[in-house]
Nanobody
Framework: QVQLVESGGGLVQPGGSLRLSCVAS????????MGWYRQAPGKQRDMVAE???????NYADSVKGRFTISTDNAKNTVYLQMNNLKPEDTAVYSC?????????WGQGTQITVSS
């Protein structure tokens, strides 16, 4: 059974930075795509950043130039480095991993950007 465990959420001031981590219970080479999604109160869950098994990355327009997704295969970990955070980035951030016809979600971590 594949599991994802996220960490790194919290409260940060506007303009600040945070790094989220998502540790998978098996090698990242098993997955065809991994990504970070977020859901703000009353809104749908949207893709923030994703990376394919071949290393191709994709970002939501709202975070381009501020967020970076990366992987550490030795640690089975996917990171989301978030810089210049804005209040509108406030949401629950979840990690997702896909393989074949299946996918799995982490438990989610809250990011609050506020002064």
């Amino acid at each position: 059974q594949v599991q994802l465990v996220e960490s790194g959420g919290g409260l940060v001031q506007p303009g600040g930075s945070l790094r989220l981590s998502c540790v998978a219970s098996r090698s990242l080479f098993f997955f065809i795509r991994m990504g970070w999604y977020r859901q703000a109160p009353g809104k749908q869950r949207d893709m923030v950043a994703e990376v394919t098994g071949g290393g191709t990355t994709n970002y939501a327009d709202s975070v381009k130039g501020r967020f970076t997704i990366s992987t550490d295969n030795a640690k089975n970990t996917v990171y989301l480095q978030m810089n210049n955070l804005k209040p509108e980035d406030t949401a629950v951030y979840s990690c997702n991993a896909r393989w074949g016809m299946y996918d799995v979600w982490g438990q989610g971590t809250q990011i609050t950007v506020s002064s």
